[in-house]
Structures are given as C-alpha cells and as structure tokens.
C-alpha cells in the first residue's frame, strides 16, 4: 500500500516537471519570435522605410539612374566654365527654402516640369547634394533628361549641346558649365550633364553668392540641336610657276588718256585685264593694276587668293622694276575686282631713257600669276 503511493506520487511529480519545461521552452520560443520580428521592425525603420510609392512612379524614378555623365567620361579638357551676363535661353528653374532640400536624407534630386526645344521634351534635374551614383557627393550636380517615349526606334538618336547656369547674386551674372563635345541621346542614355559642378559647401555659404535672400537660389540650362549643314565649299589653292602675259603699250610720249587697258587675258582659269594709268594720280608716278574681267561668270561672295608679280620690263637688260600682289580678289559688286600699286615707278626713270624701260617709245608692262586659289560652293 505504501509503496503504491510512492510510486503514484512520483508519476505525479515527474509529469509536473515535464508541463513546466514545456511551458517554459514554448514562453522562450514565443519570446524569440517576437523578438526578431521587432528587430527587423526597427532595423526597417531605420533604413527609412516609410510611405512606398506606386510601382509605377518607382519605375520612372529609376529610368534615369542608369545614366550617368560617365558613361560619356568628360574630362577637364573638354569642359568649359565661366561667367556671362545674358540668363538661359531654353529653361530657367528658381527655387526657395533650397535649404530644406540640402537638409533632407530621403530626397535626393529635384526634376523640373518638362520644356520644349528642338521637338522634343526635356526636364532639368538638380541634385544639390551630388549624384552619389555618379561620383557627385559632395558637390552640385545637373543634367538635363530627354522624354524617353521618343525613342519609338532603338536606333534613333538626339544630339544636342549642353550648358548649364547658376546665378551668382555677388557678380549679378550666371556661372556657366559646358563640355565641348555634343552629347548623345538615345533610348539607353536619356540623361547626361555634370556631376561636379560646385562643392556643397561652397554652394551653401551664403558669402559666395549661389544662396541669397535667405536660401533663393537659380539654376538654368540651354538645349541647343544641332543640324547637319546643308551647304558647304571647298577652298583649293594652286601653284603656278610659267603663268605669264605682257602688255605692250606703243607711242608712251604721246599718250593722252588717263588710263589704258590691255586686251582680256586668261591665266589660272580666269581672265584679266591689266590697267595702267601712264602718269598716276599725282602726276609723279605710273600706276598698274591687275584687273577681273567683269563679263566672267561669279559666285556671289566669291573670293579669290592671288599671288603674282607685275612688272616693267626693262628692255635693255636691266633690272626690271617688280611689285609683289598678295591680295584677295572678289567678285565685281561684292568688293575689290582690281588691285595693284599707285606709286609703281617714278615717271623721271620712264623718261630717262638710259634706264631701259621705254624703248622705241613703247613700255611693257608683265603680270606673273604664282598662286590662285579656286573655290567650289555646294550645292552649286
């Protein structure tokens, strides 16, 4: 009988200790559950997890981020700074309490309503603490975004030029930013600008101009497209070296108009006359000219780049007296058709016949074409 009950009462006992293991194991089961759900709780919220947008807003947030300025790896030779006083001339974007944005850690860029230029749509997008995606952090970034629905063709691409503006309120004038080289749009590069443009701190030091009035500040850019040019020419120079006409003018002691012409000439592909006033404008002097023949066909603007000699010959065997024309010839109406010298030699060494120049009463007067350029305008 007393044995019995020993044995109930340990069953009894042993079966009390199971329960309260049991309970204790499934309170710090519970507990550790709970436990890492508000670990990951807190750790969520403190990563910033808080109102979602919509799937499709998220979508086009993201559309640009995989296009950087690196992609078209600007260097510091192809980029140009400087300050200028005309504001942009395709977007400006003014904005207020700029503080706010510099300050805010979800907020990263501020994209401007779109504009129009060239046919197309276009957003200026401000990231005024750095695209940290594009080695920006710490300075003020810009890019200009292309409305990507353009791009029906995967093969279709925008090129345009870019300059970006940011008023300085000291100087009353904007500081710009360019690259040299175009930019390419297409439907993966939808976005392109600069990614170091100012550091922060200098931006945000009110001494410096950028912030005013407060935390007011501007920021600007010009989309410019350009066009293949539908015309065009092509400037040759040829080398002559046997180019050469004579003019004989007879009866030098009786002449008595004021200017002679020789017959039309051609040299180079182009025909001439040479003019020759016997005693200048002052009475001193011979005057000679190299002259277009004005019933040639011209282009209109048309220059020409002549070199030649014009010459006295001197018909004894001495030295002839020689004049350099280096000059740029135009068409008649568009220029000078004739060029040369006023004083080209002294009329006391014409009538001194010793000197060899007027010989049997007749002078004779030489051009040498050494150089002449040709120009072709397309379309003709």
């Not at 011979?286 to 040639?296: G, I, P, T, V």
Request: charged share 20%; hydrophobic share 35%.
């Amino acid at each position: 009988m007393t044995s019995h009950y020993r044995n109930t009462t340990s069953v009894v006992y042993l079966l009390l200790c199971l329960f309260i293991t049991s309970a204790s194991c499934g309170s710090s089961f519970i507990r550790q559950f709970t436990d890492d759900f508000n670990a990951n709780l807190q750790q969520a919220e403190g990563n910033g997890v808080g109102p979602n947008p919509d799937l499709e807003e998220a979508h086009y947030l993201d559309t640009h981020e995989e296009v950087t300025s690196r992609d078209h790896k600007v260097s510091a030779s192809s980029t140009v700074k400087g300050m200028r006083d005309r504001p942009p001339s395709s977007y400006s974007l003014k904005m207020e309490s700029f503080n706010t944005l510099l300050k805010s850690t979800s907020i990263d860029s501020y994209e401007s309503r779109p504009f129009s230029v060239g046919g197309y749509n276009w957003t200026l997008v401000v990231y005024p603490t750095g695209n940290k995606k594009d080695n920006g952090a710490g300075y003020l970034s810009l890019y200009v975004a292309v409305d990507k629905s353009i791009f029906v063709a995967a093969r279709k691409e925008v090129y345009a030029d870019l300059r970006f503006y940011i008023f300085n309120n000291n100087e009353r004038q904007y500081f710009t930013i360019q690259d040299t080289n175009v930019w390419r749009f297409n439907a993966f590069k939808t976005m392109w600008g600069f990614s170091q443009v100012i550091p922060v701190e200098t931006f945000k030091d009110s001494k410096n101009g950028y912030l005013y009035d407060g935390d007011h500040c501007e920021f600007g850019v010009d989309v410019t497209i350009p066009t293949t040019y539908e015309t065009s020419e092509l400037f040759t120079l040829y080398n002559f070296n046997s180019e050469r006409y004579t003019y004989v003018l007879p009866g030098f002691s009786t002449l008595l108009k004021n200017d002679y012409f020789s017959d039309v000439f051609s040299m180079g592909g182009r025909r001439w006359t040479i003019r020759v006033f016997p005693t200048g404008y002052d009475g001193k002097f011979l005057s000679m000219f190299l002259r277009l023949d004005e019933k040639q066909k011209f282009v209109p603007y048309e220059k020409m780049y002549v070199r030649a000699q014009l010459r006295v010959l001197n018909q004894l065997q001495f030295s002839n007296r020689e004049k350099t024309l280096e000059v740029w010839f135009a068409a008649p109406g568009y220029g000078y058709s004739g060029w040369g010298y006023n004083e080209f030699i002294p009329l006391s060494d014409l009538k001194d016949l010793s000197k060899g120049f007027v010989v049997k009463d007749a002078l004779k007067f030489q051009v040498q074409l050494d150089a002449l350029s040709l120009t072709k305008y397309f379309p003709n």
